[in-house]
């Protein structure tokens, strides 16, 4: 990259830290800022700021003067030239005045890079700008853990602490380059900032080993337990995660075939929890063994809902009378159109506390979740109203009338995202042999704990048993808003006897699944190949829209296939039994030394 220092390929072996006493000076490997120099640093502060202030009422009175005379200012005398002079040598040295290393490296010093006092009062967003661009997808990654470097102990003793502290056994690398080393020094010194890492280096693998051993140094804590090699960091520049020290490793199991509308999945979940990826694989086994489900789609939309203000109530339902005019949504939704070829808004529904106005936009979106998409047209309608609402007073493109990541009844009634109901009949025979319980208690368990229990606790849209695990797994897996589970997990599970007693008809409704297959963390190598697992990768080229709802049939029927086994589990009392062969360790922790 252009402009950008490479990095040497020559390594030096890391600087000791000396362990100190009290009483004892630091050790400090190259030149201190103080060196800059001779004088001792407050003789030399106090000596530029009295020349400072001093040309300065000099230079004012002089000019002074000479309006007053009617002289020329560009006519100037000795005095006057090295009063000029002496102005800008002290205002030079005042620009350093906080970082007296910076002053050395520009002029005693001259280095190709200044890390020193540059960029310390930059705008954090305007860095973020600047290090977000558009990259194409990370390659596979190498899920390896590389074997950790032998560990050396080191303390770290910063110049402006009096006290020696020591720290962990932090595994730092043998080796340092000269020029990592001076940049993570000016990281742990606070000259640097650690966002700015990736703009200033142009190598995000480079930028993110930087910032995790300058972590380490700082707060004497190890981490060498969390991966740093293996990942592609440019995926997610600008777009999933900021100052990378690293990666989190979670385990993806398959459960399935899901048989669902006439088609099989192998659906990956990526989870911690013991059990969870077994007790749905059982539940998708009976489904098959039944004929499969069936799913139906009954909303597709996005929402966000601003708020804003009036001076009366009067003039907030005015324009609450106005959005929910059918003669002015053609009008309106032409405006929120433009703000992407996918968004289309379908309605807007208002709710007025006191003369504050919330207004709640839905739209379809893609195969997008449609965050960002509806933010943009929603910002596109209120610049709209604002010329024949100028007294309207935007507080927020948010007002959580949306609601997003928050359980809300707005939610459980209208939806968001994608509203799904997806069915299966179970035979009883596959009931008793493969769920080990019977139709009668799986439909009296139900509505026991389901829904009497659920209602009893005050719950809101957890009418279910253990939703929110497969969502969240799921989730985790295929690149989506983990937070998003919150409304995702939405659901209300139906059993009912069919046939006399003898079959089980079961059902989950779910009115907010928020998923999307493009976007976001669905761009990353992993996540992208699990997409491209269940066959929904990207946008689809046919039917816009239509890979995103077909996951979120396939979140529902997973969910269907998790509450079918789990509800099984416990009718028939198998649920501890089954938690401690795989969820737990087999040692008898009672006879375990305390």
């Known amino acids: 990259m252009e402009g950008t220092r490479r990095r040497s390929t020559t390594n030096i072996t890391k600087p000791t830290h000396k362990l100190i006493d009290q009483d004892e000076t630091s050790t400090v490997t190259g030149p201190k800022p103080s060196d800059a120099l001779a004088l001792p640093l407050y003789i030399t502060n106090a000596l530029f700021f009295t020349v400072f202030f001093s040309v300065v009422y000099f230079l004012l009175t002089r000019w002074r003067e000479k309006i007053r005379n009617s002289t020329p200012l560009h006519l100037v005398t000795l005095s006057d030239i090295v009063a000029i002079f002496a102005f800008i040598a002290s205002f030079i040295y005042m620009l350093g005045f906080f970082g007296i290393d910076f002053v050395q490296s520009l002029i005693l010093r001259p280095s190709p890079d200044v890390w020193a006092g540059e960029d310390d009062g930059e705008d954090e967003v305007d860095l973020l700008k600047e290090d977000a661009r558009i990259v194409p997808c990370g390659q596979a990654l190498d899920c390896t853990a590389p074997p950790p470097p032998p560990p050396q102990k080191l303390a770290v003793v910063p110049s402006h602490h009096l006290k020696p502290k020591v720290v962990d056994e932090i595994p730092f690398p043998t080796t340092l380059n000269e020029e990592d080393e001076e940049i993570i020094n000016s990281v742990v010194a606070g000259k640097t900032p650690s966002y700015s890492l990736e703009s200033k280096l142009g190598d995000c693998k480079r930028a993110a080993a930087i910032r995790r051993e300058a972590l380490q140094r700082i707060t004497s804590k190890s981490l060498s337990g969390l991966p740093l090699e293996g990942f592609d960091y440019e995926s997610i520049l600008g777009q999933c995660c900021e100052m990378p020290i690293g990666y989190v490793q979670i385990p993806v199991g398959i459960a399935g075939p899901l048989l669902l509308d006439g088609k099989e999945y192998s659906v990956p979940m990526a989870t911690t929890e013991g059990c969870l990826v077994a007790s749905t694989n059982r539940g998708c086994k009976a489904i098959r063994i039944c004929g499969g489900a069936a799913s139906v789609l009954l909303r597709d939309a996005m929402t966000r809902a601003p708020v804003v203000r009036f001076g009366t109530a009067k003039r907030a339902a005015q324009l609450k009378f106005y959005l929910e005019d059918p003669a002015n949504f053609e009008v309106v939704s032409t405006v929120f159109n433009k703000s992407s070829r ?45 010329n024949d609402f100028p007294d309207m007073d935007v507080l927020g493109i948010s007002g959580n009338y949306c609601s997003d990541k928050k359980p809300s009844a707005v939610n459980w009634i209208e939806g968001r995202g994608k509203s799904v109901v997806c069915e299966a009949v179970i035979k009883g025979d596959v009931v008793r042999n493969v769920l080990k319980t019977s139709v009668e208690a799986l439909v009296e368990l139900n509505m026991l704990k389901n829904l009497t229990g659920s209602a009893m606790a005050g719950a809101l849209g957890g009418f279910n048993a253990q939703a929110s695990n497969i969502v969240s797994a799921i989730y985790i897996a295929t690149g989506q808003d983990p937070a998003q589970n919150v409304e995702s997990s939405h659901c209300i599970t139906m059993m009912e006897p069919l046939n006399g007693g003898e079959d089980l008809h079961v059902s989950v409704t779910m009115p907010s699944i928020e998923v999307g297959t493009v976007g976001g963390g669905t761009q990353l190598a992993s996540q992208s190949a699990c997409l491209n697992l269940l066959g929904v990768k990207g946008a689809s080229k046919e039917t816009p829209g239509a890979n995103a709802r077909l996951l979120a049939s396939i979140v529902a029927g997973s969910v269907l296939a998790a509450e079918l086994s789990l509800m099984s589990a416990i009718a028939s009392g198998q649920l501890v039994n089954s938690h401690m062969k795989y969820n737990r360790s087999n040692k008898d922790v009672s006879k375990v030394a305390s």
Do not use: E, H, P
């Not at 106005?357 to 604002?386: E, H, I, P, W």
């Open 342 to 386: 996918f968004g289309r808004l379908q309605n807007i529904k208002c709710a007025l506390a006191g003369k504050n106005l919330y207004m709640r936009f839905s739209c379809s979106t893609g195969d997008a979740m449609g965050m960002n998409m509806v933010s943009k047209g929603v910002q596109n309608v209120l610049d709209f109203l604002q």
